[in-house]
């Protein structure tokens, strides 16, 4: 498992306080499946000269101190961890209130988890998104009227979580308001939304529809089963040239533009009128499992360009400045 530097262990006793350690880059996580990414990432730090220190939760109570003591001092910092483990949260107030590089900046994160704050920013932008009604959660609001016209939508569309990922809480086969209300009940802690459910269109048996990883400024499409929710191959230039796949790029920039964000995934259909639809708008934390150790996973050529991406925005930093 990667690890980076271990706090305090070239001493001992109260002489700690007098080492200063460094990491080039602290990556908070909680979730044990992002293991063989984090292996492949320090290889890749390891390579450049670089240190990535792993922050899981059994490490973070000597890191924190280590920071807040300013035995460690850091250059970069990525959150994966603090959405679903509130026990990082004091890492990411020290992130906000230090000058350290946030690949992730995490009052930029905060509102890319919501997707109605993204829905507006993309319409604003010139994006394509499918028509959407935002909901409140059952909890918040326990009556409501149903919507005079839910045509915008289609038949039939789709119900989902307004913050979350992954698939979960997504149902695709709601027709009238009482499924609405259904799946108010299901998840009553949930502000939802209802989308017009995009009908992609077939290249040749291939459903046009992609997930594009963006990091650091390198964009990289992936063909993308929605029906299966599993990577296909990576967008390859002749498939970029025969399909006209250019907009997945320029989409990708603007997404990080309006996001603010530079590590994410964002999902793009391409319907029949050739329209490129951003049906999913960006996505954070990026689910880094990868291929053959996780069938759902992106393929093992993505993985590898996302951690040598990573590695490199990092190796272009400025240098760190010892603490006062």
């Not at 990091?215 to 025969?242: F, H, K, M, N």
Request: aromatic letters at 8%; one cysteine or more; proline letters at 8%.
């Amino acid at each position: 498992m990667a690890g980076g530097g271990r706090l305090g262990q070239s001493g001992s006793g109260d002489g700690l306080r007098n080492v200063i350690e460094r990491a080039d880059l602290l990556l908070a996580h909680d979730w044990p499946y992002d293991a063989p990414f984090l292996q492949l990432l320090e290889e890749r730090f390891t390579a450049l000269g670089l240190r990535l220190w792993c922050v899981g939760p059994d490490r973070l109570p000597a890191v924190l101190a280590g920071l807040l003591e300013r035995r460690l001092i850091a250059r970069a910092f990525l959150d994966r961890a603090s959405d679903t483990s509130p026990e990082f949260l004091p890492l990411v107030a020290w992130a906000q209130g230090s000058q350290v590089h946030a690949v992730n900046p995490p009052q930029r994160q905060r509102i890319a988890w919501r997707k109605t704050n993204l829905h507006w920013e993309f319409l604003r932008a010139g994006l394509l998104v499918p028509a959407l009604i935002a909901v409140p959660a059952l909890q918040l609001l326990p009556t409501i009227a149903a919507p005079q016209d839910l045509s915008a939508l289609g038949q039939p569309f789709c119900v989902k979580p307004d913050v979350g990922g992954g698939g979960w809480g997504v149902r695709i086969d709601a027709s009238t308001w009482s499924d609405v209300e259904a799946a108010r009940r299901q998840m009553p802690e949930e502000d939802l939304i209802l989308q017009q459910l995009v009908i992609p269109e077939i290249f040749e048996g291939q459903r046009a529809w992609f997930r594009v990883l963006h990091a650091c400024d390198q964009v990289i499409p992936c063909w993308w089963d929605d029906q299966t929710r599993c990577y296909g191959a990576p967008v390859s230039e002749v498939d970029r040239l025969r399909w006209g796949l250019d907009p997945l790029w320029r989409i990708s920039h603007q997404a990080a533009e309006i996001s603010g964000l530079r590590l994410f995934s964002t999902e793009i259909a391409c319907d029949a009128d050739h329209r490129f639809i951003v049906v999913d708008y960006v996505n954070d934390p990026v689910d880094l499992r990868f291929q053959p150790h996780a069938r759902e996973g992106m393929p093992a050529s993505v993985a590898r360009r996302l951690a040598e991406a990573l590695a490199d925005h990092v190796k272009n930093l400025p240098a760190i400045p010892f603490p006062p």
